[in-house]
């Protein structure tokens, strides 16, 4: 989620990933009528390594932008550079 995008009312969506599916029901009752959208997981390890991978490609689109590689380098980005 990008806070910026939250504060100024666009929709968010995010992974509750927890192993006791009540816990997420209550979460899921507490952001009703919200433009936050919570979808429930019990894969822990799966939503850890999500969350890993995420900010390694953030990184890696943070430099491809910063040397004007162009928006071909996301796309390109999951296959490798091998």
């Known amino acids: 989620m990008i806070s910026e995008e939250i504060r100024v009312g666009r929709h968010a969506f995010t992974q509750l ?41 953030a990184m890696a689109f943070g430099m491809a932008d910063e040397l004007q590689f162009g928006d071909n380098v996301r796309g390109f980005g999951h296959r490798g550079f091998a």
């Open 17 to 57: 990933g927890n192993r006791d599916s009540a816990v997420s029901h209550v979460m899921q009752t507490c952001f009703n009528h919200t433009r936050l959208h919570i979808e429930y997981t019990s894969d822990i390890t799966g939503i850890s390594w999500s969350v890993i991978l995420k900010n390694v490609y």
